[in-house]
């Protein structure tokens, strides 16, 4: 049905517009791989489609970062997240469920992490926008290319890449057959295996199947059940595409996709925790330092999502026009249930007699822990959540020559998220009948009590948007850029809490239900100008408006009776940049300087009710980021067999947003010499950048922080990478390889608090591999090591258990301890790949 509404939608604007489009005489390319027809394209050549064409990279007026197919394998870069070992401008943070993990780009990311908010950072696969940034963290293959665009992209990619894009763009059907594959194998239980088929199916009609699987072992462990591994993925996923030349003006992509992952994401390890007291309180001690890899766990944790993508991809040559159809539908679903890292760390503990049974939407049986003092823990904290959306996008391309060049079109998108939420915890009051040291449970008086909340909530989008981008020709040299995308979308939400989830338990949160809407009209574009001092080199610079649109609550502790949308984000961004072949045009050197300032922030952070003016934790707008730097990258050839690239992105991101937390070193300010938390009285002046107390109608109080100019999280100021590789023939058909990588960032923050111990030391870490293959190219093996000098690493940090001290314990931060989470290139490994293809 939706297929065939894309169809005939299709046609029907091909109709109206093909008295337009044969007035030219030009044809138009719309794929990378009819870009040679449009240009005279020199040997290695880089091809993106960063504009909605296909464009030599050094003709492009964008900042992108282009990752070939050979450089994925030759850096054994398997999924997304490991782009940023390519992409200096791209970094992760890992989040406690893999919902929660995401990019930034130049500093910028989402920092609200809630299931009904969109991604700073947009994923594309072969024209789809995904739903969710969660989609986007997915293994890679049959992949041809990755684009990385650095600063807003939304008038020509929608209104949510407000700090930047990654297009990934997979491999159409070849017109004779072949086959590749890669098989890798490495340290830790990794096992790796990709594969494509691809040919002609009759002399208008291609086709092509791809698939990958992979497992790879948890670098952690449990030190509950020794030897057992904790986080590990298992993936698998398949993609069938059909290529049909219907005529000779017009071609047909049919593109399906099925991609299934099993994580024990996102266990985190203590690294600090220097209170021997409460660790060696726990079921099984271990040592807290940086060669810790031992998780307190009793059950583990699962992250499991699948995906389906679906797309029919319509080119119809009009005379010298292109009109194009995308018609889309994509399912996502995920369902989580994180655990604790330690059970509470409270010494000592206690665990009831008998396990609980709690099902939250497909989990499995927990047990009750419980600590010292009636303090408890959650058991489970998890349930699934669901993206299901269909997309309708139609668009004119112009030819790629005479003054006026364009890509024009609509869009429409309808969009529904469900998510669903229960908590179960148990609590054991301290009693004669239960003294420190036995079972909860013991006295037959006094039981456990459990407390749990269940939750149902979706929301809902519709959106629609014209959009438009060109280039007028004013000179020979000098062209004048503009874009423009005006769009409409409304966003409705409900909220259902009925309270507990099963008979007898405490429920500790409201008990009702809600629903809402709000509709915003918005435009962004783009303005820029661009000198090309020949074939090989330009100049230009940009302006361009983002946005990021309204969302609602939709997690557990929602206000279920709010009807006050998070307000859309915006950026506006300015860029200037040259790129350029040198060196003879053996090298391919970009720069770029950047500054953009967004406002209106949205992030997870405390808001006051205007009332009682107590605190609650909500998503809302807090504040706005200011990030300017540069960014310059080099690749080239420099004999036969022997080449560099090096990058490298200087980015300072700052943040102004009222009312967050204080920090845990601000809350215990004595301990750390700092200035006492002073008490603002209700209406007076609030400080900057320093923690003070509020106080309420009733005589309470909850303190906050003002933070004026701090450090965005997840934003070093300095990344960057560099690699060499040397081939050089040895005999008959063979030759060999070595090849050497660095990756460097500076120090980093986790907290939009501004906790200074949340935070990272610079680092570097350097990568190595070596082989033979044949000349041809037809098959390699490849020895690889990972982080070489075993420098560790984390990717996210938090405190462990900031309330957990025993009684007339001295409170400092070396007693309190934090816990990490690791990937598995924190620590030196060893693997090797054997591809092939003919």
């Known amino acids: 049905m939706k297929g065939s509404l894309g169809s005939v939608s299709f046609m029907a604007l091909s109709v109206a517009l093909m008295p337009v489009a044969s007035a030219s005489a030009q044809t138009a390319q719309t794929t990378p791989q009819a870009a040679s027809d449009a240009d005279d394209m020199a040997p290695g050549e880089i091809v993106v489609t960063a504009q909605k064409r296909a464009e030599r990279l050094v003709d492009v007026p964008v900042t992108v970062t282009a990752v070939s197919a050979d450089v994925l394998r030759q850096r054994q870069i398997n999924d997304t997240r490991s782009l940023t070992d390519a992409v200096p401008s791209l970094t992760f943070t890992e989040g406690g469920k893999a ?7 130049r500093g910028v990311g989402t920092a609200l992490f809630n299931f009904g908010a969109e991604s700073s950072v947009s994923t594309v696969i072969d024209g789809v926008v995904l739903g969710r940034g969660a989609q986007g963290f997915s293994e890679l293959s049959d992949v041809e290319r990755i684009e990385v665009l650095e600063g807003p992209q939304g008038t020509l990619f929608g209104k949510n890449a407000d700090a930047g894009l990654i297009n990934v763009v997979t491999a159409r059907p070849s017109h004779q057959l072949s086959a590749n594959g890669e098989v890798t194998v490495a340290e830790g239980e990794e096992y790796r295996a990709k594969g494509t088929i691809s040919g002609p199916l009759s002399d208008t009609l ?5 698939g990958n699987y992979s497992y790879v072992g948890g670098n952690l462990f449990s030190s509950v059940s020794p030897g057992d591994r904790i986080g590990t993925v298992k993936s698998r996923g398949v993609r069938g595409k059909l290529d049909w030349d219907m005529t000779e003006n017009l071609n047909w992509l049919a593109i399906a996709s099925y991609y299934k992952t099993q994580s024990g994401c996102c266990s985190s390890v203590i690294q600090q925790f220097d209170n021997s007291v409460q660790i060696a309180a726990l079921v ?90 009636g303090r408890s823990k959650t058991l489970s904290a998890g349930g699934p959540g669901s993206v299901t959306q269909f997309a309708q996008e139609i668009r004119v391309t112009s030819p790629g020559t005479g003054p006026l060049t364009y890509v024009a079109g609509l869009y429409y998108q309808t969009q529904k998220v469900g998510r669903e939420y229960l908590q179960r915890w148990g609590t054991c009051p301290v009693t004669a009948g239960n003294t420190v040291g036995l079972p909860c449970g013991t006295s037959t008086t006094v039981l456990p009590i459990y407390v749990s909340n269940t939750l149902n909530a979706g929301q809902t989008s519709d959106q ?46 409201s008990v009702g239900s809600g629903s809402g809407n709000t509709a915003d009209n918005t435009i962004t574009g783009k303005l820029g100008l661009q000198y090309h001092v020949n074939r090989n080199a330009q100049f230009y610079a940009t302006y361009a408006r983002g946005y990021k649109g309204a969302s609602y609550d939709i997690e557990l502790t929602a206000a279920f009776n709010q009807t006050t949308p998070v307000l859309p984000e915006t950026v506006n961004a300015f860029e200037a940049g040259f790129k350029g072949r040198i060196f003879g045009g053996r090298a391919l050197l970009t720069a770029a300087a950047f500054y953009a300032k967004y406002k209106n922030l949205q992030v997870q952070a405390q808001a006051v009710d205007p009332l009682t003016f107590t605190a609650t934790s909500i998503p809302t707008n807090a504040g706005d980021v200011t990030t300017k730097g540069f960014q310059a990258a080099i690749s080239a050839e420099v004999t036969q067999g022997l080449s560099v690239n090096a990058s490298v992105v200087y980015s300072k991101a700052t943040v102004n947003a009222n009312g967050l937390p204080c920090t845990f070193p601000q809350n215990n300010a004595a301990v750390y010499g700092l200035p006492a938390i002073a008490t603002v009285a209700v209406g007076a002046a609030q400080p900057s950048n320093v923690c003070f107390r509020q106080l309420n109608t009733s005589g309470g109080s909850a303190t906050f922080q003002n933070v004026r100019n701090g450090s965005l999280p997840g934003a070093p100021e300095w990344r960057g990478n560099a690699s060499i590789r040397y081939e050089h023939p040895l005999f ?106 003919f």
């Open 99 to 105: 919902a929660n993990n995401s990019f930034r780009i």
């Open 206 to 210: 291609r086709a092509s199947i791809s």
């Open 284 to 373: 099984v001690p271990f040592t807290a330092n940086t060669e810790n890899r031992l998780v307190q766990m009793y059950k583990p944790s699962f992250d499991d999502s699948r995906q389906f993508i679906g797309s029919l991809e319509g080119n119809l040559k009009l005379g010298d026009f292109t009109i194009t159809s995308i018609t889309s539908y994509q399912n996502y679903r995920f369902d989580a249930n994180p655990f604790p890292v330690i059970p509470d760390a409270l010494p000592p503990l206690y665990v009831a007699a008998t396990p609980q049974l709690v099902t939250p939407y497909g989990s499995t049986t927990q047990t009750t822990i419980n600590g010292a003092g």
């Open 464 to 509: 629609i948007a014209v959009f438009g981008q060109g280039e007028y020709k004013l000179t020979d040299k000098l062209s004048v850029l503009a874009g423009v995308r005006v769009q409409r979308e409304t966003v409705s939400y409900f909220v259902i809490r009925p309270g507990a989830s099963q008979p007898g338990d405490v429920s500790t949160l």
């Open 732 to 837: 008959g058909s063979l030759a060999g390889f070595i090849m050497g990588s660095m990756n460097f960032q500076s120090w980093q923050s986790f907290d939009l608090s501004q906790d200074p111990f949340l935070s990272q030391p610079g680092y570097a870490t350097f990568d190595l591999n070596f082989g033979v293959k044949d000349i041809d190219n037809k098959y390699s093996l490849t020895v690889f090591v990972k982080n070489l000098t075993n420098r560790h690493y984390y990717t996210g940090k938090n405190y462990a258990g900031n309330n957990v001290r025993p009684a007339g314990y001295v409170l400092n931060y070396d007693q309190q301890g934090y816990n990490v989470n690791l990937p598995k290139a924190a620590d030196r490994y060893v693997g090797a790949t054997f591809a092939f293809k």
